[in-house]
């Protein structure tokens, strides 16, 4: 991005998802069991929300966490962590959204978003295996 005194407008919406199958043992380093959730511009990103839901019964509590890295994954490092409720599928209910937060316990949202580098990867783990996945969503614009 040229440097310049003007503010930098989001340009694009840019949506990723991930569903994360596969638990990861040790939620807070290594990069085993993450999956690629969002890719910054070439200018750079702003996430504006992240959020993650069971898309089948949870039998147990999940940590959901999410990891920076300019390496495409082979060095990861931890952004946010969050604890995904468990949930029972039924036709009368619905699972309870986790929306996660920044490592200073502020949830990532337009008004506290995620600001991502030119090249910087997010990626998504779990601390429970699901075979249906947890869906993970992260919402945000390009500059």
């Known amino acids: 991005m040229a440097v310049t005194n003007t503010a930098a407008f989001g ?30 511009g070439v ?3 702003l996430i504006n929300g992240i959020v993650a839901i069971p898309r089948n019964t949870l039998s147990n509590p999940a940590h959901i966490a999410l990891y920076c ?19 029972t599928f039924a036709a009368t209910t619905s699972p309870t959204p986790l929306s ?29 295996a699901l ?3 947890i869906l993970v969503t992260a919402n945000g614009v390009d500059l």
């Open 11 to 40: 340009q694009a919406p840019n949506i990723g998802q991930a569903i994360l199958t596969a638990a990861k043992s040790a939620p807070l380093s290594g990069g085993t069991n993450a999956v690629l959730l969002f890719t910054s």
């Open 43 to 45: 200018n750079g990103s």
């Open 69 to 87: 890295s300019t390496d495409s994954g082979t060095t990861v490092n931890l952004a946010a962590i969050g604890l995904l409720a468990a949930w």
């Open 100 to 128: 996660l937060v920044n490592l200073n316990g502020t949830v990532i949202s337009a008004a506290n978003p995620l600001y991502m580098p030119a090249g910087m990867k997010l990626y998504a783990s779990s601390s429970q």
């Open 131 to 133: 075979s249906d996945g």
